[in-house]
């Protein structure tokens, strides 16, 4: 396990990105962990594609940059690869998480590792929605814990439940633990 992880996400604005990168970083500040949450603002709009960033170490972080060749890339959405490389800059080897009810074998990334969850299955099923969307964003924090092992499913789980009270906590640790009892590895 590196040192440091570099993740970056891809979704569509309102899919709850940026809050991802967020939970995941508070999740390893749970641990004891170093983390930074970076997200990307433009003339984002509901709909348009959306990027955020994360970093997570066991020391002190002194680089305050976007992430350029990240350890793992997680897709919200996939129809985003009709638009954008998802693969660019990742590292060799490198981790790709997909949103989708594909199985790992069904994407072509040569040179990568891929895995797929249900996050927006899950989250119709437990009745997550935003704006009339599903959420997914801690189904996929959830899938990125248990593929990574970067952070436990009980910091995600604690970290979630401190941002949201009550029963949408519940529902979305819920999310994030089948995201990280159901995620396929390729």
Do not use: C
């Not at 985003?80 to 009810?101: A, H, M, P, Q, R």
């Not at 594909?102 to 990334?109: L, N, S, V």
Request: aromatic fraction near 10%.
């Amino acid at each position: 396990m590196p040192d440091l992880w570099e993740v970056r996400f891809h979704g569509r604005g309102g899919q709850g990105v940026v809050t991802a990168s967020r939970i995941l970083v508070e999740s390893a500040f749970l641990e004891g962990k170093w983390g930074q949450s970076i997200p990307m603002f433009g003339a984002e709009r509901r709909g348009a594609p959306v990027s955020a960033f994360a970093r997570i170490s066991s020391s002190e972080i002194r680089r305050h940059s976007q992430i350029y060749n990240p350890d793992v890339v997680a897709v919200f959405d996939p129809k985003i690869l009709k638009v954008l490389d998802v693969s660019e800059g990742l590292k060799k080897n490198g981790l790709l998480i997909f949103n989708s009810v594909k199985g790992p074998e069904e994407f072509d990334f040569r040179g990568f590792r891929v895995a797929v969850v249900d996050a927006s299955g899950i989250a119709i099923k437990l009745g997550l929605y935003f704006a009339g969307f599903p959420a997914v964003n801690t189904a996929m924090v959830g899938a990125i814990a248990k593929v990574t092992g970067m952070v436990s499913l009980n910091s995600v789980m604690n970290s979630i439940k401190a941002n949201w009270s009550g029963r949408i906590g519940e529902l979305n640790a819920e999310a994030a633990r089948i995201a990280y009892n159901s995620i396929k590895v390729g």
